[in-house]
C-alpha cells in the first residue's frame, strides 16, 4: 500500500503556528527530501480556507540541509516575514538542493499537492512568484499547470515563448530590471509579447534604473499584493 500525502510529511521540531515562520521537510515519493519555510497567516485555523503563495528563490539561495535552509530568507516574502511583515494568506517557500542549477518542476509538481493537503489552502487561490531562477520556474509551473494558479508572478525571470498558448488561462504580472546583465530583459519581453498576442491577461512592469535585483522594490510594493491577493480562480 502507497503512502498518503499527510504520511509522508515528516518535520523540523517547530510545528506550524498562526503569525510565525518555521522551517520544515517533506519526503517526496521518489525519496526526495524538500526542505521548506511555512507561514500561517495570524488568524489561520482549519475551519477556513486561506489563498496559498508560493516563492520561489534564486540561483544563489540553494541547500542541501536544514543548517542551509536559512539562505531563502535572504530575498522576497520569507525576508519580510522575517522583518515582521504579516500577509493573509499560507506563504510557502520551498529549497532547491545544489545538484540541479535549475528548480526541479516534477518535484514541484508533487509537492504542491501535498501541502495543498496538509494545510488548509484555498485551492481556487493558489499563487506563485519567483524570482531569477525561480522566475523562471514559476513561468514553467503555470504552463505545466495551465489554469491551476489564480495568478503568477515572475519576477526577472523568463520561458519558452511555446508555453504561451498555455498561460493564456493565467493572470500574469512580470517584472524585470531593464539594465539586468545576468537575465536580459528580452526574456520576459517576449513572454509578455506571446501571451498578449494570445488575448493572454498578462502585463510587464520594468524598471529603468534596476538591474538583476528587481525583487526589492517588487515585493516592497503595496500594489503588487493588492493585485496578487485580488485574485481569484
Request: net charge negative; proline share 6%; charged share 20%.
Amino acid at each position: 500500500m502507497s503512502k498518503s500525502n499527510s504520511e509522508m510529511t515528516h518535520y523540523f521540531a517547530e510545528k506550524p503556528e498562526p503569525g510565525k515562520q518555521v522551517a520544515q521537510q517533506v519526503q517526496l515519493k521518489n525519496g526526495t527530501t524538500i526542505s521548506y519555510y511555512i507561514y500561517l497567516p495570524e488568524n489561520y485555523c482549519t475551519d477556513t480556507k486561506f489563498p496559498l503563495m508560493l516563492f520561489l528563490h534564486g540561483r544563489g539561495e540553494r541547500g542541501d540541509n536544514p543548517q542551509e535552509l536559512k539562505r531563502v530568507l535572504v530575498h522576497g516574502p520569507p525576508k519580510l516575514i522575517e522583518q515582521g511583515k504579516q500577509f493573509p494568506c499560507i506563504v510557502i517557500s520551498p529549497q532547491q538542493t545544489t545538484d540541479n542549477l535549475w528548480w526541479t518542476i516534477s518535484n514541484l509538481l508533487e509537492f504542491l499537492p501535498i501541502i495543498e493537503e496538509k494545510y488548509s489552502a484555498d485551492s481556487q487561490r493558489i499563487l506563485c512568484t519567483g524570482l531569477s531562477m525561480g522566475g523562471f520556474a514559476a513561468w514553467c509551473l503555470a504552463a505545466e499547470l495551465p489554469g491551476y494558479f489564480a495568478a503568477i508572478a515572475p519576477v526577472c525571470g523568463g520561458g519558452e515563448v511555446e508555453w504561451a498558448e498555455k498561460l493564456t488561462q493565467t493572470p500574469i504580472w512580470a517584472f524585470h530590471g531593464s539594465k539586468d546583465d545576468v537575465i536580459a530583459i528580452k526574456r520576459s519581453e517576449e513572454m509578455v509579447e506571446a501571451i498578449q498576442k494570445l488575448k493572454g491577461n498578462v502585463k510587464l512592469t520594468t524598471y529603468p534604473d534596476h538591474g538583476h535585483d528587481s525583487w526589492t522594490i517588487t515585493y516592497n510594493n503595496p500594489d503588487f499584493y493588492q493585485w496578487l491577493f485580488s485574485q481569484h480562480g
